[in-house]
């Protein structure tokens, strides 16, 4: 585990340039910011060597009591730095951030307010935020909407999560089109994927969501235009803060290769340092999750259900196995704590503190701690919440390590609020957090670690209800809600079938207790590498992986990496993921629901000699998606392996230094 040391800002030149327009580079000159007022509306530019990308963007806020940002002049010069962000994670996809920036500040005045715009140009993207200083006569300020456009040039390819409105878990088919043919006022979601001729590619999201609301996209006038999501009970009110305080940030990733975007470490380089005083009890690993699969054990001499002996069951396996958490669920559609509600619903008498008879936390904790396993807990957010500070002083007596918190469903700034508190209350109780029915990351894994990892997409707890997560569907998720971090998605079904009505293999069906998944057993392995994920589950039943091909992999698969390198991939087709974890590397292939053979290049390997085991779709993967072969080569950073994917087929590379 490698902690945090230090963030550095290393400022080389700092100066104010009293000028109307603005002009900000990247480190390398490839990515230009230009910002300029033209008739009292602030606009900016953005172009990547040499191709404008936004043009004319306006930036405008909307208040209550004043009139728009876009009624405004430049204050005074504009002030200039450069530096380096220098750190460490805790928990992410590398472990060392060496980040060279350029940062301008402009300072505008409107009628009422004056507002800086803090621009941060870096070589694989930039970002710029509002912030609201102090200043006399005002000590708060409520913003109405804030309206940022990003005018994209030409008619790109957009890929984006398409929303009928604000109040949901953000999980859905990602759809994609042309930008023109994107309805006007139709909410997408972020991030979303533009794709411009010449093989540039940008992604629009944000950064360092605190005590603000989060950010949506719509079409107005043809032009992508930000739009932020209300606070409960009204329409009107977005944001209300106290002075000072400042926007998220509005992050655009770009390069001429898809894989930079996913490399990038730009939403963490955003965020304040880690804010926690001590981070060694931050332990990552892999958990069970036996809601997916039903629950189920084998014969037993006791009643299966929501007691100390289920839970050994799974306690057991994760000790012989290496999984270092189990998480406690329900049985038989109850929680396992007290609750009077239906359908997982809070009622009146909920109480997490007090489990359901014939459980005892402290006792199951015990257990599990003396043959080296962390419990975990599902629980409504709801639930939760209105006994914070109680409930988990109380796990904390229990001994658990942590939780996922469910059914959020929001992210206007009063549900920000209570994620940040909940984050910074748990880490207080040494309390490990996966957030569920969630909205995207925004690089705050740096500042609260004890992050482990969030929802936000259409995952493989669907497999239970309906067949959309297709092998297709992983694909486009990478290109998309991984560009934002962690990606919680129910990993670990280990009876593989085909899609429906393909012919020549068993189809895939719906089916509640232990289900299906579409595409390869390859596949599945490939996607613990493929997706970041610091909490990366085995959803399946102990008896679904014992001797089982493949389950090796599972069993010593890392969640956070030291280095992330994309070796190989094209939207809509495959991708191709290596992640180092000391001196072993892991690639991970998976495809859409094509076959296709991919030439894999290891130039990316440092010098010396490795040993690869690669496991591949068998040949007779098209009558047996379980099925998979296994070899070892000997191989080096001059040589190219080409691997063969089924239709919903992947391939994992663990490479071993020599």
């Given at each position: 585990m490698k902690f945090f040391t230090t963030c550095c800002?290393?400022?080389?030149?700092?100066?104010?340039?009293?000028?109307?327009?603005?002009?900000?580079?990247?480190?390398?000159?490839?990515?230009v910011f230009s910002f300029l007022i033209q008739k009292g509306q602030p606009q900016y530019s953005v172009s990547y060597n040499r191709q404008v990308l936004l043009q004319n963007s306006t930036i405008n806020l909307v208040f209550d009591d004043a009139s728009p940002l876009q009624h405004c002049r430049l204050k005074t010069g504009t002030h200039y730095s450069e530096g380096v962000e220098n750190y460490s994670l805790i928990v992410g996809k590398t472990s060392l951030v060496n980040q060279p920036y350029k940062e301008a500040t402009i300072y505008l005045q409107g009628e009422k307010y004056d507002v800086n715009v803090e621009v941060k140009a870096f070589n694989d993207g930039i970002a710029f935020r509002y912030v609201f200083p102090e200043q006399p006569g005002h000590r708060s300020v409520t913003l109405l909407e804030e309206s940022s456009q990003f005018n994209v040039t030409g008619d790109p390819i957009i890929k984006a999560l398409l929303l009928p409105n604000f109040l949901t878990s953000h999980e859905g088919l990602y759809s994609t089109a042309a930008l023109s043919s994107i309805r006007e006022d139709t909410l997408m979601d972020m991030p979303a994927l533009l794709q411009f001729p010449g093989n540039v590619y940008m992604a629009i999201t944000e950064a360092a969501l605190l005590d603000y609301a989060g950010m949506y996209l719509v079409k107005r006038n043809g032009i992508l235009t930000s739009q932020l999501s209300p606070l409960p009970g009204q329409t009107e009110i977005k944001v209300k803060a106290s002075l000072p305080h400042?926007?998220?940030?509005?992050?655009?990733?770009?390069?001429?290769?898809?894989?930079?975007?996913?490399?990038?470490?730009?939403?963490?380089?955003l965020c304040p340092p880690v804010n926690l005083k001590e981070t060694a009890w931050i332990k990552t690993g892999?958990?069970?999750?036996?809601?997916?699969?039903?629950?189920?054990?084998?014969?037993?001499?006791?009643?299966?259900?929501?007691n100390f002996e289920t839970n050994k069951y799974y306690i057991d396996f994760c000790a012989a196995n290496n999984v270092l958490y189990h998480t406690v669920v329900e049985s038989g559609g109850h929680e396992w704590y007290t609750n009077d509600g239906d359908g997982y619903q809070p009622g009146a008498h909920t109480d997490v503190t007090k489990p359901v008879n014939g459980l005892d936390m402290k006792q199951l904790c015990e257990y599990a701690h003396s043959v080296g396993v962390g419990v975990r807990v599902w629980v409504h957010w709801k639930a939760l919440y209105p006994q914070l500070d109680t409930a988990f002083a109380v796990?904390?007596?229990w001994g658990l390590s942590g939780m996922m918190v469910d059914f959020m469903d929001r992210d206007d700034q009063q549900m920000v609020n209570i994620q940040t508190e909940i984050l910074e209350k748990a880490a207080a109780h040494h309390l490990h957090i996966q957030f569920h029915g969630a909205y995207k990351p925004t690089g705050l894994s740096r500042t609260y670690p004890n992050e482990f990892t969030r929802e936000g997409t259409l995952n493989y707890e669907c497999d239970k209800w309906n067949d959309l997560v297709t092998p297709g569907a992983d694909l486009n998720i990478v290109f998309t809600r991984m560009l934002a971090g962690s990606t919680d998605y129910h990993l670990g079904g280990f009876r593989a079938f085909g899609m429906p009505n393909t012919p020549g293999r068993g189809a895939f069906k719906v089916q509640y207790t232990r289900p299906l998944v579409m595409g390869t057993r390859c596949h599945m392995l490939a996607m613990y590498v493929v997706l970041e994920n610091y909490q990366g589950m085995l959803c399946d039943y102990p008896y679904a992986y014992i001797n089982q091909p493949g389950f090796e992999v599972l069993q010593h698969i890392p969640t956070t990496w030291d280095e992330t390198k994309v070796a190989d991939a094209k939207i809509d087709q495959y991708v191709s993921i290596a992640r180092r974890k000391g001196n072993d590397w892991f690639i991970g292939t998976i495809s859409n629901d094509e076959e296709r053979s991919v030439n894999l290049n290891l130039a990316f390997l440092p010098a010396g000699e490795y040993s690869a085991s690669i496991y591949s779709d068998a040949a007779d993967v098209q009558l047996n998606p379980d099925h998979l072969i296994k070899e070892t080569i000997a191989v080096n950073n001059s040589k190219t392996i080409s691997i063969k994917l089924s239709n919903g087929g992947g391939n994992v590379i663990i490479l071993h230094k020599n």
């Open positions: 800002l290393m400022i080389l030149c700092s100066n104010i340039v009293a000028q109307k327009n603005v002009r900000l580079t990247s480190p390398d000159g490839n990515i400042s926007s998220a940030w509005r992050v655009m990733l770009i390069g001429s290769r898809i894989g930079a975007l996913i490399e990038s470490n730009i939403l963490t380089s892999t958990t069970t999750f036996p809601w997916w699969n039903g629950t189920i054990v084998p014969d037993t001499n006791f009643t299966p259900g929501n796990f904390e007596k």
